[in-house]
């Protein structure tokens, strides 16, 4: 009789035989491993779908579907352009502490409970509000998001516990060197005359009155500036329903406005709004600022100018890749590796590149220690220049693109970057496949691209090398740093300069 093949543990063995040692045979024959596989093409990206319609105020809703987790957040946002704040600086961001904090229906004690009732979080901002909470409880959160929205009413008892917090942080930013560094480079940066150079201070703080907030609340919400972003566990119709009903009819807030001689608006409860006519050029010359802290046994520097650098630029994105070759967020970008990997001045150097409807800039910065920070100067602004004049290595250009691609695939993992994706785009005036082709674009940046944005971005012989430190031991050191000439000290009372240039350091 005929018996068939046995397929047992001894036919297995000697099919899993032949298959370890003939199958890379057979693929070793056939790949050259000597030369590293060419890449396939960057893809498109699936961001996923959004839908928008308008209501018949001029708000914009969008709505980003996710429907893994019973969870659904909102955000309410007013595009408002930058105003100064002159003499009462501080009052705008007092605005977004203060605008969930009683409306005409409700004290904060009662938002406070209803929020927590609801588990859901809700927070204010001075260009509007956000909310989250789980799907069964979102219709009743979104009626509290209405109320706060229309009608927030900036009680007085409030506005004075907010001040005492305001100048409370105030002080304790004094003795803080990051802090320091935060608010003067600002001021240096964009000048005290633009809105991004204004830092509130005692004084400011204690002109402000609630009148002011009221009156910037009800000039700056209004419909026709207003977006709606629902995100999570919604459906177009039922985000419709909901932002028809609460926000359909709304007019906007009844604001009181006139011009004065110069055509500039005046709003009652306000005064003057001061919109600036142009953002602030690089300085004419390299110079050198100190703020003394004397005996520091570390100093704060920080390299910056500002830039035009809109988010629609041509060359952001080139931008952006030179600038995580530079000092990023790579562990191997240029600064790291000289100022700690090669010199052990610094635990980390950064650098980066912000893009801005309005004004855009450039920062790049360390903690060092005292007796290195002439060198840990001389240094960076090296790495800076190297960038605009030298060569970019591939293996670099490679790993910055690689790290971004990176980020920007881990940052889809989250719902809410596709709304603020949507938002961007309305925003910044981008192209509407401005994400979809991000890898394609990120893709195709070359050396020669790279270095003709360092070329237009980092302008080192323009820069204000900011210092905060002992002055009497680096005073001397930092002078060839300077094309102007003496560096200039700032103390809390003021900064001075051989050629007469003050400006005051924030209180």
Partial sequence: MNRRPSFGPRWFGAIAFLIAFLFPALMNAQIDRTKPPKPSPAPDVNIGAHETFLLANGMRVIVVENHKQPLVSVQVKFDIEPVMQGDKAGYIDMVGELLTSGTGQRTKEEIDEAVDRLGADLSGASDGIYASCLKKNFSTLFGLVQDVTLDAKFPDEEFEKARKRTLSNIQGRKDDPDAIAELVGRVLTFNKG????????????????????????????????????????????????????????WKGSPFAVTKNGDGQEVVEGLGTVLRPTKAPGAYRVRRVVIVDRPGAPQSVVRIQFPLDLKPNDPMALAGQVMNTILGGGVFNARLMQNLREDKGYTYGAYSSLESDRYCGNFNAGASVRT?????????????????????????????????????????????????????????????????????????????????????????????????????????????????????????????????????????
């Fill in 194 to 249: 633009y809105p991004y150079g204004e830092v509130a201070t005692e004084k400011s703080v204690n002109a402000i009155e609630s009148k002011h907030l009221r009156a910037y609340y009800q000039r700056f919400f209004q419909p026709s500036k207003g977006f709606i972003v629902f995100v999570g566990d919604i459906t177009e119709q039922e985000a419709r329903q909901l932002a028809e009903k609460a926000f359909g009819s």
């Fill in 371 to 507: 007796g290195v920070t002439d060198s840990a100067l001389t240094e960076m602004i090296f790495e800076l220049e190297n960038m605009r004049l030298g060569k970019v290595k591939a293996d670099e250009l490679e790993l910055a693109k690689s790290f971004m691609a990176g980020s920007f695939a881990r940052s889809l993992e989250d719902p809410r970057t596709v709304a603020r994706f949507a938002l961007n785009t309305y925003l910044n005036q981008l192209p509407e496949d401005h994400y979809t082709t991000y890898l394609k674009r990120l893709d195709t940046i070359s050396a020669a691209g790279v270095l003709a944005a360092a070329e237009r971005f980092l302008l080192p012989d323009n820069a204000t090398i900011l210092v905060v430190g002992d002055k009497d031991v680096l005073g001397n050191k930092l002078v060839p740093l300077s094309f102007e000439g003496p560096w200039s000290s700032m103390t809390r009372t003021g900064i001075s300069t051989g050629s007469g240039f003050n400006l005051c350091l924030p209180e």
